[in-house]
């Protein structure tokens, strides 16, 4: 910054510039005066960013000063640091009114004094950001307004009505291209290819905004004759012949809006009804407001595709699963129109039920899972590709099935393990499957402990219990008949067991999981 300093008193005038020169290096003290009639030439020659002035001073008050100084033609807007020896609320008063919000009380307090200078200087850069001259050109400035922190002051009004022709009656069209989880991949092609169809079209005036967080392109169109004339061309023309380009499951919206002051909250009232692609296809624009308009059917929700991927869980048959979530993924393109707030909610419940049943029967590691993440894909979904993918995801998780673990076994763990999953129905022990090692059940205990993390009664316990689960969820076999399949003899102290291990009697789990 360059900084002019007024002060009567040469030793506090040059312990200012001193303590500048310490503590802000960087800035240049371009002048100092004794008065206020000095200092007023001083400032108006030299347009400095700060001034720090005196308040009582001969010939001309520093007040004085001020209010000359922001009222001359020149519109100067440097800031001001205002010192005084009185304490006094008319002085500060008087201040304010010249837009001075530091005012400082001699003897100076060097903290103080820092603290105030560095305000100024963020000050200063909000007011940089500002400057239409410093946004330079278009694109940077309507970026600013709908995403950053750029107010619409008479400054900027008058900056872009001269440059651009923009009034309160300006009409404009925003256009939402998302690009999705390609953003990046496709962002180049997608925005040369949309220039070139834009360019096609004569006399047509558009800005392109890149926007990564949201993963989309934003067209703003403006200066035209006929908004629905435009809507058509670009639904018709620019969108459809975008498809055809070979770039996948990009989503468009359309809104008008009047007046520049409008652009933000448009932005984001359209930004809320992108998800309509889910129910329409990238075919179709979603058009604000006429999306409001639409009807749509009852959304019943596929129970039967629930049960059926259930049951496939239990047999964990992989292509019977994969199968029942591609039936799952077409049920929404039946021909009717749903809206999406209702698919996204079937897509929930449709996961949560086969995250469920997948972490009890241990094909999913559930607390590994990040359940909040794939709620937020889903929620935030904007197309139908984006619903199927969190889909194949879980699947995939379930595919992945975690062997790493198991390469690090030994190999007298490993045969007893494949035992277990052998025989578990038939009650098999400890005692009889280290017989069949040559090795002592004790030895083998011990191994099994350290290697698998669980003794291995707990081991063969929750995992009969697991297999029990599965039946009671996939078939309709009587308690007593479930029991003996997973190698308890004894219904009743099956139930037990199975009591111990999920707090819930075999009856009430089945009843639960139906």
């Known amino acids: 910054m360059r900084v002019v300093v007024v002060e009567d008193e040469i030793r506090i005038r040059e312990g200012i510039c001193k303590l500048i020169g310490k503590m802000f290096p960087q800035y240049e003290v371009v002048g100092t005066a004794e008065n206020g009639e000095e200092g007023l030439k001083l400032i108006l020659k030299e347009n400095p960013d700060l001034i720090i002035t005196d308040v009582k001073m001969p010939l001309m008050d520093g007040l004085e000063m001020l209010s000359l100084v922001y009222t001359n033609e020149k519109k100067i807007k440097s800031k001001a640091i205002v010192l005084s020896a009185y304490a006094e609320f008319s002085y500060a008063q008087q201040a304010m009114r010249w837009g001075v919000r530091e005012y400082l009380i001699k003897p100076l307090a060097v903290s103080e004094f820092v603290q105030a200078v560095k305000k100024i200087e963020m000050q200063n850069a909000e007011a940089e950001k500002q400057n239409p001259n410093i946004l330079g050109r278009l694109d940077n400035i309507l970026f600013g307004i709908i995403f950053g922190n750029v107010e619409i002051d008479e400054n900027l009004l008058y900056f872009l009505r001269g440059k651009y022709k923009f009034g309160d009656d300006t009409r404009f069209s925003e256009v939402q291209i998302y690009l999705g989880e390609k953003y990046q991949e496709n962002l180049a092609r997608t925005k040369r290819d949309l220039q070139r169809f834009l360019n096609a079209r004569k006399n047509l005036r558009y800005c392109i905004l890149e926007i990564p967080k949201d993963k989309m392109l934003l067209v703003i169109l403006y200066d035209y004759e006929d908004a629905h004339a435009l809507e058509r061309w670009f639904q018709n023309g620019v969108a459809m012949q975008l498809r055809g380009s070979g770039l996948p499951h990009s989503s468009y919206g359309w809104i008008n809006v009047v007046g520049i002051k409008e652009l933000k909250n448009s932005y984001h009232k359209l930004l809320q009804y992108m998800d309509w692609n889910i129910s329409f296809g990238d075919s179709v624009m979603i058009s604000y407001p006429k999306v409001l308009q639409v009807r749509t059917s009852i959304c019943i929700y596929p129970v039967e595709i629930e049960n059926r991927v259930k049951a496939a869980l239990c047999s964990f048959d992989r292509d019977r699963i994969l199968k029942c979530i591609n039936d799952f993924n077409d049920y929404f393109e039946n021909g009717q129109l ?88 038939t009650g098999i022990t400890l005692e009889e499957i280290a017989a069949k090692l040559n090795i002592t059940p004790e030895y083998l205990g011990m191994q099994f402990h350290k290697e698998k993390g669980v003794k291995f009664s707990t081991y063969i316990k929750e995992y009969r219990i697991t297999k029990a689960k599965e039946l009671l969820i996939g078939s309709q076999m009587k308690i007593s008949e479930v029991a003996a399949k997973v190698g308890y003899y004894d219904a009743k102290y099956f139930s037990r067991v199975f009591r111990e291990c999920t707090g819930q009697l075999p009856a009430e789990y089945r009843k639960t999981h139906k």
């Open 338 to 425: 749903y809206a999406p707030k209702e698919i996204k909610e079937s897509y929930i419940r449709f996961l949560w039920a086969i995250m469920n049943v997948a972490k009890e029967i241990g094909a999913l590691n559930y607390e590994e899972l990040e359940q909040q993440k794939i709620l937020e894909k889903i929620m935030g979904a904007v197309n139908k590709q984006e619903l199927k993918s969190v889909t194949m995801e879980i699947f995939d998780y379930m595919s992945n099935d975690q062997k790493g673990e198991e390469n690090q076994l030994s190999l007298n763990v490993k045969k007893a393990e494949n035992m277990i999953f052998e025989y578990y129905q």
